[in-house]
């Protein structure tokens, strides 16, 4: 018995080792190559980045078309590893990551965040996977590497002017004092944006939802329209929505402009019934065909010239020198020790993962409820408005996936979320760090830390902080 005992462990061992030897060569053969002639191969910073993660091979679970291991086929085993496959692809995307090295082209600044605060906090390769891939366990260096690489490209990238040199590879960085743009076409945006014969009854515009007083939202649950229609999601802001990638929570408009012609046709909100009858009411108003033409070099007033004049007025919506922007300026004192910890607390857990660039946010899609079930918890009837950008590309992928809101002027925008079902700050983060994080054990002094460094992204319009601006 003890010799058959003893046979059993050593064949287990042989077959073991003789697995581990085969997938060893396979995940090496199989890996992403840099071509001889990548820019990425002048850069030895890069190269060494690009190694590691082929090393590790992050893309067997963070890519969709990839040569897997045999052991991926095998009845059970496919059915258990194909769900974390699933998880993988939906919380990350290796493919960018990849073309761009290899093209020697910027990696997204989301997609570094990620990769930073996975190699910080030494989360994957999962251990599970470890045990049949023993070439993939990171040293300290490999992960340093890594990190190295990923604050080179920030600094070469996405540094914004005038930050500290300290600070060039933050994931954060100050927002721009401004954007270019046409004094002409903005001075007519404005005007537009406050003009309520955009919508049907003539007794709303732009600024009844986004009032510039009020943070760039309306301070309520859910949107309220014409007629006192009740809308079916939380506003987003106005202001420094030109750093969003896209707009609206599901991101169904590509850019400002496409944005602002969406409220003056929705019938629960400015509910006007066509942009001909929008132009006609324009018309009644001499200056405007003047205004027009000196903008546009014609009187024409349709909804590409209404909504571009829009759109660039709102690209002047921005709110720099908070108090955060100049710590990131060289300020030491801008902010407090304890706003100094919230920001490592935020750094720590993850947050800065999705909440990052000048914004902090606007840059993915997320879904709500990656560490457990937010829709559950909450009770209520699902809305379409949960679906979040489903209802846009009816792809089941984002089924409740939502563009990350931003975080500038966070402590001016409640209630939070995209139904407004959290009405303070503190409780948002809170949530955040049990629904979006794996690490939401933190003590009170700890939210509190977050909340306050939250609150040091106060912004200013034109010289003023947007928290006293006058009503």
Known sequence: ????????????????????????????????????????????????????????????????????????????ASSLMEKDRLKGLKNFRMEPVIAALEEGKPVGLVALSRIEFVMQRNLMPPSLYLLMHWHSRLSEQQRDDVIKWVQQERKKYY?????????????????????????KMVALGKKLFFEKRLSGDNTSNCASCHDLQKGGVDGLVTATGIYGQKGPINVP??????????????????????????????????????????????????????????????????????TDAIGAYEKTLITPDSPFDMYLKGVDGAINAQEKRGYQLFKENGCASCHNGVALGGAAYEELGLQSDYFTDRGDKS??????????????????????????????????????????????????????????KLSDQEVNDIVAFLKTLTGKYQGQSIDKLAP
Not at 36 to 65: G, M, Q, W
Not at 159 to 176: K, L, M, N, Y
């Open 1 to 76: 018995m003890k010799k058959l005992i003893l046979a059993i462990i050593v064949l287990g061992a042989v077959v073991y080792g003789g697995t581990v030897w085969y997938l060893n060569g396979f995940d090496h053969k199989t890996a992403p190559k840099l071509a001889e002639n990548s820019p990425s191969r002048k850069d030895a910073v890069a190269v060494a980045a690009f190694d590691v993660l082929t090393e590790a091979r992050c893309d067997y679970c963070h890519s969709e078309k990839v040569a897997l291991p045999f052991y991926f086929k095998l009845p059970v």
């Open 383 to 440: 809305t379409d408005a949960d679906m979040g950008r489903f209802n846009f590309t009816h792809q089941e992928s984002d089924r409740h996936r939502f563009k990350v809101p931003l975080l500038r002027n966070i402590a001016l925008t409640g209630p939070y979320f995209h139904d407004g079902s959290v009405k303070t700050l503190k409780e948002a983060v809170e949530k955040m760090l049990k629904y979006q994080t794996p690490y939401h």
């Open 159 to 183: 540094a914004t002017q005038g930050v500290a040199e300290r600070f060039a590879g933050e994931p954060v960085q100050p927002i721009p004092e401004s954007l270019p743009v046409d004094p």
């Open 237 to 306: 802001t106005v202001y420094n929505a030109v750093f969003n990638h896209s707009q609206f929570w599901d991101g169904r408009a590509v850019d400002l402009e496409d944005q602002a012609g969406g409220p003056v046709m929705n019938p629960l909100e400015m509910g006007s019934k066509s942009w001909e009858d929008v132009a006609t009411k324009l018309r009644q108003e001499p200056s405007y065909e003047k205004d027009f033409t000196e903008v546009f070099g014609s009187p024409t007033i349709d909804k590409k010239t209404i």
